[in-house]
């Protein structure tokens, strides 16, 4: 970049304003990717393949600065490091200790991770920063990757149509959002001190869990919501509550499935399938069925527009934009507190199978997702594929694991064969 | 490869207990502890503490500003310390009050309240013994402070373990109020006058007490209550 260019800078996209408002000293929403290769990672290539990556991620480059009224991201000239893992990851980014970078990467024994503070991007935008990692850290390994199956070829400027805010350029004007979330019920746990994250890593055979899905007639992701609630729901049971609360799980979508866009920031929405036990007891067919149907239902061009369209529109109030950005952070907030987390029981995101050209494959072994803790909700759960491994990644703040149990042998109850990692110290 | 007996799922070579129920791994077939590297390292990240420290120097210096500029113009004077005795004692009890949630580690409303009762009877103390004290700090202000500290100690107490509720936290402020104002007078007749002739306080303690008897009907009375709900929701 020459001297005396102006610094480039973006606003930031409709999700991306809600994390700097919510985040607090001790937390912020940060979720991470990770790829375990088949041989130890040298650590200076990983670094070169960094410095090489960074100047081609577009709104990865950036740091987090205050304006009046809103933040902003802003071209960041520092150099980003590789960092060492921890035993508990996902704690909050300090912009200090990266170098104001809203990421991290982190290298330990086989596994690259790279953690993601989600003002920056979503599942998507992180993974596509992780392969074109690998693929520059393979490139200074001797290997020739191809820049294909959404590799980044690094030769390359960043491309504007990358930093698009897909929001605006899809939201309706005219169209309201139709329904309104109701409070779900909430896990309760002993809370594990200072900044423990509990993690249960399940492994299981793509190949056999979407056989058990296929018995189902349901797709892996309807299969493994249905699960999940199934779960919750024998935790609601044993936990037999004065009030019944719906079992909501929030499930991100990828919304670039359903809009043409090249952007690798944020663009995702969420659908919260429920069981409401007020209603009668549910057995597991009929739980999938709601899954299935639930998401059949509101995974539409229409309801998806719908639901973002009402968040731009209150961007976009002119209200809301004159207001000075400590009195906007006081009330997103406050919002955030009463109609955030406590609405749902729990998230499972699926980012599905990774694709990758088969010249990269050859040195991977599995690739995991994991979210960080969340403010409110305890456990949280984070699935991707790679090959024939789908793993499962439980992520808790809490002694207990009774989601986790209830989850995996629920699964082994089916037959299916499951294989466990964790950091939990028992 | 190890499973566990009560889940049936298989479990890291190095885990020694399951990690879903706890249950202790015991594979007869290998007898030696499995070396294996661990897929999660040692090392743990610590988030950095709050600057507490730097907040208390922070205030203890904004603090020292007024009461030395003060003490410099009362000595450029008067060539001793008259008035501004009274502003070193009043920013004292400002400073206690402001840097006591910094000083200490955890925050216990009885350790602030204890506290902050120190400060505000060193203060008092000061100002008495700096015009020439006629004993109004023993007879009047030392038994008003620890009055105030204990009441609003045990209403705290008192609702922290859910005895007092609702309205019922209100009814019991104002009616220690009451026997505060009810206090006051006898104190103060006791120091003036050494005879005790209840009077004004009766003007304060009739409202407050009429107050307290609302609030507990108020609150026995749920269809009153709802009556009030309804009207007033927003």
Known sequence: ??????????????????????????????????????????????????????????????????????????????????????????????????????????????????????????????????????????????????????????????????????????????????????????????????????????????????????????????????????????????????????????????????????????????????????????????????????????????????????????????FVRIMPLFIKNIIINAIFHIAGESRITGTLTNLGIIDMPDEMAAHIERFDAMLGALRYNKVSCAVCAFGDILNICFTSTIKEADVEREFFTFLVKMGLHVKLETNREV | MSYCVNCGVELERTQKKCPLCGVKVINPMEKEAPEDKKTFPETRDELKKTERAFWFKFISIICVVPIATCVLLNLLYDSRLTWSVFVIAGVFMLWAFSTSPFYFRKFRYITMMSVDLAAVLTGLFVIESMVAGKGWFLSIALPVAVYCFVSLGIVIYLTRIKILKGLRVTSALVLSITLLIFMLEILIDLYTASAISLFWSWFVIAPCLSIVLLLFILEKNQRVREAFARRLHF
């Open chain 1, 1 to 318: 970049m020459k001297e005396n260019e102006p610094t480039k800078w973006y606003r930031l996209d409709n999700a991306a304003k809600l994390y700097p408002a919510i985040k607090s000293r001790k937390w912020t929403a940060v979720f991470r990717v990770s790829v375990k290769m088949l041989e130890t990672v040298d650590r200076d290539l990983l670094s070169q393949a960094l410095d090489a990556t960074v100047g081609r991620m577009g709104i990865f480059s950036c740091r987090l600065r205050a304006g009046l009224f809103w933040y902003y991201f802003e071209k960041n000239k520092k150099r980003a490091r590789v960092m060492e893992d921890a035993i508990n990851p996902c704690i909050r980014l300090y912009t200090k200790e990266s170098g104001g970078y809203l990421f991290r990467v982190r290298a330990h024994d086989k596994r690259i991770s790279l953690e993601v503070f989600h003002s920056v991007s979503d599942g998507y935008g992180a993974t596509t920063f992780l392969k074109t990692l690998v693929a520059e850290y393979l490139k200074l390994k001797g290997y020739d990757i191809p820049a294909t199956h959404g590799v980044l070829d690094c030769s390359e400027p960043p491309k504007e149509e990358e930093t698009e805010d897909g929001f605006l350029r899809y939201y309706n004007k005219k169209s309201v959002k139709a329904w309104k979330e109701t409070l779900a019920y909430q896990i309760k746990g002993t809370k594990e001190k200072g900044h423990t994250l509990n993690i249960v890593n399940g492994i299981i055979s793509v190949k056999d869990i979407k056989a058990v899905a296929k018995k189902y007639d349901v797709s892996l992701t309807d299969f493994l919501v249905g699960v999940y609630i199934q779960a919750l729901y024998t935790i609601q049971k044993n936990d037999a509550p004065k009030k019944i609360l719906p079992i909501k799980v929030s499930v991100p979508v990828n919304l670039r499935a359903f809009f043409d866009t090249r952007t690798m920031r944020n663009f995702s929405s969420y659908v919260n399938p429920e069981i409401n036990a007020n209603w009668g007891d549910y057995t597991f067919e009929e739980i999938l069925y709601v899954v299935h149907h639930y998401l059949r239902h509101t995974l539409t061009k229409k309801q998806l527009t719908a639901k973002m369209s009402k968040n731009v529109k209150a961007e976009k109030s002119i």
